[in-house]
């Protein structure tokens, strides 16, 4: 199968579409034989079921809300330092990222992303989760697994959200490293929703006909957005700016949903397509609060989720 950098056409740049559309899909999916190499490795080192969870009564013996995500040393995709290469060295990503970003750009965090499947979820924990707008199962999965990310489903929001009085000077990568379709909790993401800048998640959100949504900033500023849901197969990649709004229903199939996730930044402001993108927003470029849904603790006090009422 042809790969992404043997498979160009003329039309607009990468560029111009983070511009109009705040996001960026590949025509065609890197290696699909090194995503699936990969994936196999990792599921030779972990089983994505059950035994991922602690039992009820110790989790409420200490409840941790923070520092339950991957960190550098404990970080699971750091074991597959030379399986990357089909994403990292391949040439039409290296161009992408490149032209947005500039020649010196640095991978400045890379983590497998689990959506766990329900039929793995404790019904003690279920209950807890249900409705919640971020379901990161971090802090209910024993410590030993906590070096992937585990998500039962997330509402729309910006990737900006983990970085508060940060410009917007970094973009996304994901990758599926086996075929996701519509039960698999792929990614839905806002086209367009870029343009109104950084705003504090819960985002004000309604939908519209079809597959449009109305997006709005707390300074008046309102934009209809188009809904797209990312399906695909094995090697599939996107990249997208952190003022990206986007999000993922429960994982609904009998299978975990495995992929990567890279935060890429550029070394200058002047360099690359970014700055021309951050130039076309029309709101702040960072935030001193980028949330408001979680209590002291870390722990969420918030029961609202509008990605799961999106229709596929």
């Excluded at 043997?6 to 740049?13: A, D, F, L, Q, R």
């Excluded at 060295?89 to 959506?115: F, H, N, W």
Aim: with cysteine.
């Amino acid at each position: 199968m042809s790969t992404a950098a043997e498979n160009t056409s003329i039309g607009p740049s990468v560029t111009e579409i983070l511009i109009s559309d705040g996001a960026y899909r590949f025509d065609w999916p890197l290696d699909p034989a090194g995503a699936t190499a990969l994936l196999s490795k990792i599921r030779a080192v972990r089983r994505f079921d059950e035994s991922l969870f602690l039992e009820e009564e110790v989790f409420d013996l200490d409840p941790q809300y923070r520092g339950v995500n991957p960190r550098p040393g404990r970080n699971l995709l750091e074991r597959f330092d030379e399986d990357l290469a089909f994403v990292e060295q391949d040439r039409g990503m290296v161009s992408a990222l490149t032209e947005v970003l500039g020649p010196d750009y640095v991978i400045t965090d890379r983590k497998i992303v689990c959506g766990v499947p329900s039929r793995s979820i404790p019904n003690w924990l279920k209950a807890r989760i249900e409705g919640a707008p971020v379901n990161n199962l971090g802090p209910y999965v024993k410590p030993e697994y906590r070096d992937v990310t585990y998500f039962y489903g997330i509402d729309f929001h910006q990737d900006i959200i983990d970085f508060k009085d940060q410009e917007a000077d970094f973009v996304t990568v994901y990758v599926y490293l086996h075929p996701v379709a519509r039960s698999d909790a792929p990614l839905f993401l806002l086209e367009g929703s870029h343009v109104l800048g950084a705003t504090t998640f819960p985002h004000m959100l309604s939908r519209k006909d079809g597959q449009a949504w109305l997006y709005s900033s707390p300074d008046g500023q309102s934009v209809e957005v188009r809904q797209t849901v990312l399906t695909g197969q094995a090697g599939f990649a996107a990249l997208w700016h952190p003022f990206t709004l986007h999000g993922t229903q429960p994982d609904t199939a009998d299978h975990e949903r495995i992929s990567l996730r890279y935060l890429i930044s550029r070394r200058s402001h002047s360099a690359g397509g970014l700055t021309a993108v951050n130039a076309a927003i029309r709101g702040p470029l960072l935030l001193e609060t980028t949330r408001m849904d979680l209590a002291a603790d870390g722990s969420a006090q918030i029961k609202s989720n509008l990605v799961r009422t999106a229709d596929g």
